[in-house]
Each structure stands twice: as structure tokens, then as C-alpha cells.
């Protein structure tokens, strides 16, 4: 799938690409440059990742002595 760069160097993300990654008005991402390949990654709260790891074990990721 292609886009195209408009004079005022804007890209209309396609509309299922807008669907699969939950992108709606206003989303803000980050834009990083990898030997000249551009990533947009989206910038989530972290508030908003609460309840998206359910189940996740803690347990071995700390020493005891670290939590006192």
C-alpha cells in the first residue's frame, strides 16, 4: 500500500490500516528515523495501561532487598 507526501509534507494514513491500530483524531505519536525508514509509534498514558497486563508474575523481576 502506498501514500503520498502533500506539499505541506502530510500522509493520510489508509482506513484500515487507521482501524487495526486504534488511530482516531487527535492520537499523538512518536516519529522516529531508522536509516531512513520513518516509524510512528503511538503515545499512550501510562494510565492507560492499567488492567492490559493481567495475570503478568512479578515474581524474580526484583531482589527482596530492593523492595525494603
Do not use: C, W
Amino acid at each position: 500500500m502506498a501514500v503520498t507526501v502533500s506539499p505541506k509534507y502530510q500522509v493520510v494514513i489508509p482506513k484500515d490500516v487507521r482501524i487495526a491500530a486504534n488511530v482516531k483524531p487527535g492520537t499523538k505519536f512518536d516519529v522516529f528515523n531508522f536509516g531512513g525508514r520513518i516509524e510512528y509509534v503511538p503515545i499512550v498514558h501510562p494510565r492507560d495501561l492499567r488492567g492490559k497486563f493481567k495475570g503478568l508474575s512479578t515474581r524474580g523481576l526484583r531482589d527482596e532487598r530492593d523492595r525494603m
